[in-house]
């Protein structure tokens, strides 16, 4: 039995040795090059899984603005699930596997309508190194560096057959298969959903929009401003000037008012006005995206509703700050 374990012992002995002299001649063997290569090799596999993780399974995104607070803060960082509403074969690319649409009140990432392109090269080169870098990364900016918003997140608050007006920062849905107009705020109650969608402006507020918005009508259609009624300029010279200006929409919309009044011949104006009273029709296969942050959002109000296959992504958590990770499922 003694001889017998001396001999695993004296082979064990014999392999490791051997085992210990091929690495060491390996380590001696490798030049500066060699490692080079050696460190691109293992970059550049790092590149292609973080991508292929980014583009098919989840994608880190940094809040970029106030349009979803309380719900989201500026600089939160979250995961958004690629797989929820199908799967982009490239980025903005056409979609396979399950491609539903969005259900009412999920947060969303979506194709920015407005987003000005740089060209199909510049497009996919800063989105896969924003992917790659974990949203480090972004060299997609303005000339005074901000953030140009590719990608913007909202909420998916109005679906196909909604029709959607808003008064004085209020959203009134006429919901499919119904007749009337509903309140968002009580239809929400009604229903269990999300009580995050909120205004802050307050009413007063809006009689000097309202003021603002038709004297910029009156003087963009030739009025005189010795010709403005009086108490548009009343209701003007009462806005604090400390408040921020935040409702593009009713501002807006309360211009072409004044364009009408000031040439009620002008059918430009008149078919604008009508859009606004008319309000946001979601046709099928789209959504109409909002912010909660509804006093201060470019969102479906400016741009429309959003066709379905511009989504390319649920967000599910937030991941940063750590304080406050958790769950958007829900939210």
């Known amino acids: 039995m003694d001889r017998f374990f001396d001999r695993v012992q004296s082979f064990t002995e014999r392999r490791l040795t051997r085992r210990k002299a091929k690495k060491l001649a390996e380590k001696q063997n490798r030049t500066f090059l060699s490692e080079i290569l050696s460190w691109i090799d293992a970059i550049l596999f790092a590149v292609v899984v973080v991508f292929l993780v980014n583009q098919f399974l989840f994608q880190f995104f940094v809040i970029p603005s106030p349009s979803m607070l309380e719900t989201l803060q500026i ?20 979609k396979i596997l399950d491609s539903r649409i969005p259900d009412r009140d999920d947060i969303i990432t979506f194709y920015n309508p407005q987003y000005e392109s740089k060209g199909p ?8 190194l924003y992917m790659v870098t974990f949203s480090l990364v972004n060299i997609d900016v303005n000339e005074d560096g901000s953030m140009r918003e590719k990608l913007l ?14 008064i004085d920062g209020d959203a009134y849905f006429k919901y499919a298969g119904t007749g009337e107009y509903v309140n968002e705020s009580e239809f929400r109650a009604q229903n269990g ?20 918005g038709r004297i910029n009508g009156l003087s963009e259609a030739g009025v005189s401003s010795g010709n403005i009624p009086r108490h548009l300029v009343s209701d003007y010279q009462a806005l604090d000037q400390s408040v921020s200006f935040y409702d593009y929409y009713c501002y807006n919309k309360e211009t072409a008012v004044g364009q009408m009044m000031g040439n009620p011949a002008d059918m430009q104006a008149r078919s604008l006005w009508a859009k606004y009273q008319s309000g946001v029709y979601v046709p099928e296969g789209h959504v109409l995206p909002l912010g909660d942050n509804r006093d ?36």
């Not at 995961?79 to 690319?93: A, D, M």
């Not at 959903?193 to 000097?208: C, K, M, N, S, V």
Request: aromatic fraction near 14%; charge should be positive; charged fraction near 20%.
């Open 296 to 331: 201060n959002s470019q969102d479906g109000r400016y741009f429309g509703p959003v066709d379905a296959k511009t989504v390319n992504g649920r967000v599910a958590f937030r991941i940063w700050p750590l304080g406050r990770v958790g769950s958007l499922l829900d939210k």
């Open 75 to 94: 600089q939160d960082r979250v995961l958004v699930s690629k797989l929820t509403y199908g799967i982009e074969t490239f980025p903005q690319g056409p």
């Open 153 to 166: 997140v909202k909420r998916s608050a109005g679906a196909a057959g909604d029709t959607v007006t808003f």
């Open 193 to 212: 959903l999300a009580t995050a969608p909120h205004t802050t402006i307050e009413d007063r507020a809006y009689t000097w929009y309202k003021a603002m």
């Open 121 to 128: 090269f510049f497009n996919i080169f800063s989105q896969i």
